[in-house]
T-cell receptor
């Protein structure tokens, strides 16, 4: 998981509350990503950012928001509009270039009570 | 439509035997293919990738993968399995429309002593 940190590792939220997941990287990567992982499914892209102050919606952006004010940071907010937020959330980063592999953080497990 | 498939939910192999984890893909252009491994409650770790060149790609931890264009496959292989290879394995292909990764659903590999 080297170079990418996610916090907290476990997060519990009451229904109706917004919550922000942290992602920081020291790899000097331009691109950063947020994925959601549910049991028995592959990773689904929530948002991605190719450069500071710019980001794009992925396949399942509804109910989520992001910001990219600094190169090393890409926080994800899970809003109360997200209908089923309980999942494992993974942050990743990569160098520019379409053939570059992504490096992943250790993940945050969010549980809605 | 661009896609990637991992036809086996689970693969069981005896320690010391060769292992294969299957992946097939569908893309409109030249495929950029990746394999990752995930241990329980951890982020994903990059194993190897195929961009161009030799059809046999060697990666981390003794794994290799064979790109077969005619069969649109990119199967992951290892000559001699270890119990520590037990994990969840993901295949991914680059989406030509936005250069993001499309992920397979994952294959659980179980190596029995």
């Amino acid at each position: 998981d080297g170079g990418i940190t996610q916090s907290p590792k476990y997060l519990f939220r009451k229904e109706g509350q917004n919550v922000t997941l942290s992602c920081e990287q020291n790899l000097n990567h331009d691109a950063m990503y947020w994925y959601r992982q549910d049991p028995g499914q592959g990773l689904r892209l929530i948002y991605y950012s190719q450069i500071v102050n710019d980001f794009q919606k992925g396949d399942i952006a509804e109910g989520y928001s992001v910001s990219r004010e600094k190169k090393e940071s890409f926080p994800l907010t899970v809003t109360s509009a997200q209908k089923n937020p309980t999942a494992f959330y993974l942050c990743a980063s990569s160098n520019p270039g379409t053939g570059s592999e992504q490096f992943f953080g250790p993940g945050t497990r969010l549980t809605v009570l | 439509a661009q896609s990637v498939a991992q036809p086996e939910d689970q693969v069981n192999v005896a320690e010391g035997n060769p292992l294969t984890v299957k992946c097939t893909y569908s893309v409109s252009g030249n495929p950029y293919l990746f394999w990752y491994v995930q241990y329980p409650n951890r982020g994903l770790q990059f194993l190897l990738k195929y961009i161009t060149g030799d059809n046999l790609v060697k990666g981390s931890y003794g794994f290799e993968a064979e790109f077969n264009k005619s069969q649109t496959s990119f199967h992951l292989k290892k000559p001699s399995a270890l119990v520590s290879d037990s994990a969840l394995y993901f295949c991914a292909v680059r989406d030509d429309s936005n250069y993001q990764l499309i992920w397979g659903a994952g294959t659980k590999l179980i190596i029995k002593p």
